[in-house]
């Protein structure tokens, strides 16, 4: 493309968790999710190598935030945001996944942290001194927004999907609760950084436009893990989504958003492979895998950095074998961030 250039910075299938992106148009440079995990204790490497890859990672993430303008947050997990580095924000306008709401309570108390860094560092003042007291507010049920996923049918897993949405709303009510508890984190201006809360917003810096999506699952319906936000960058007619953390993405509404954005470039996370039969059943791996074939199929995509989550065991090339069986039907490119740098993902090195 010639108006928007993009870098993988650090990419799970480089050794550790991360999910890093330097994106630069002629308006701006700016660094989507700044965070770095060592791999989990499943991972075939070596302790000893897995603490190499993230020093690494650490280390190409702060070289790459010297050249961005603007830092983007898309939820608060430490393989997407580094918990507080000055390096790193010093100086730079953040666009960040809102803590005050569509948050689970793990997420708010590491934003919570990270704020009070921030505070501390930039303006001297600790976080309750900014906190503010907030209105009750009413939510809306997330599942409204997706008429596809509520009418997809699981034939003899019917009745137990039904119940798991049943806990999901009264494990979305509590949510509710606890948000109009908590004091507001405010957006903040000091004079060395700039946090605005970037959640289904819009910034424009000349003819670049940086989009964001209204919070979205990470992962399954009701995820205990949270919201994220994904990131659509556009610059004269052309267009990079960044999604975050939407495992696959395994619901359909969401795989028909970034069908609808039809983007030139698609940065998305895969499912959890490494997680099966635990954390991911068969069956919301089919439904990432046939959301996947559907973003090939139905888009104009020609290059997809399918990584993150991914390449986390050596077997995922075989377990979602129909996802390239269709990009080579469509000649397109569907390669993990090491095979866009011209590597073999770690995973499947003989290395490890």
């Known amino acids: 493309m010639q108006h928007i250039e993009f870098k993988p910075i650090w990419f799970d299938s480089l050794g550790a968790k991360s999910a890093c992106t330097l994106v630069k148009t002629p308006d701006i440079s700016i660094l989507i999710d700044p965070g770095v995990a060592v791999m989990q204790p499943s991972f075939p490497a070596p302790e000893e190598m897995k603490v190499r890859w993230a020093r690494r990672a650490e280390r190409l993430i702060r070289r790459a935030s010297e050249e961005a303008e603007a830092i983007i947050i898309s939820h608060y997990h430490y393989d997407h945001f580094t918990d507080f580095d000055e390096k790193i924000y010093r100086g730079k306008l953040i666009l960040a996944k809102d803590p005050n709401e569509y948050i689970n309570d793990s997420q708010r108390k590491r934003a919570e942290k990270f704020y009070d860094h ?29 008429p596809l996923a509520r009418s997809r049918r699981y034939g003899d897993y019917e009745e137990r999907k039904r119940e798991l949405l049943r806990l999901g709303k009264r494990w979305f009510r509590k949510r509710v609760e606890r948000w109009n508890k908590m004091p507001l984190i405010p957006e903040m201006k000091f004079k060395r950084c700039e946090v605005r809360f970037a959640d289904g917003r819009s910034f424009r810096f000349g003819g670049t436009e940086v989009r964001f999506t209204k919070p979205q699952f990470h992962g399954i319906e009701y995820a205990r893990v949270g919201w994220v936000i994904s990131t659509i960058i556009t610059c004269r007619g052309e267009k990079l989504i960044h999604t975050s953390d939407l495992e696959g993405p395994v619901i359909e509404d969401q795989a028909q958003r970034i069908i609808d954005e039809n983007p030139d470039i698609l940065i998305v996370d895969g499912p959890s492979t490494y997680l099966i039969p635990y954390m991911l059943n068969l069956i919301n791996l089919r439904r990432a895998i046939e959301n996947m074939c559907r973003i090939i199929e139905e888009t104009d995509t020609k290059l997809i950095i399918y990584d993150h989550h991914l390449p986390r065991e050596p077997r995922y090339p075989e377990r979602v074998k129909k996802v390239y069986e269709s990009a080579k039907r469509r000649r397109k490119k569907v390669l993990t961030a090491a095979e866009y740098m011209g590597k073999r993902p770690v995973v499947l090195s003989r290395k490890t």
């Open 118 to 146: 921030l505070s501390t560092k930039f303006g001297r003042r600790r976080l309750e001194e900014l906190m503010k007291p907030r209105k009750e507010k009413t939510y809306p049920d997330p599942m409204e927004d997706l």
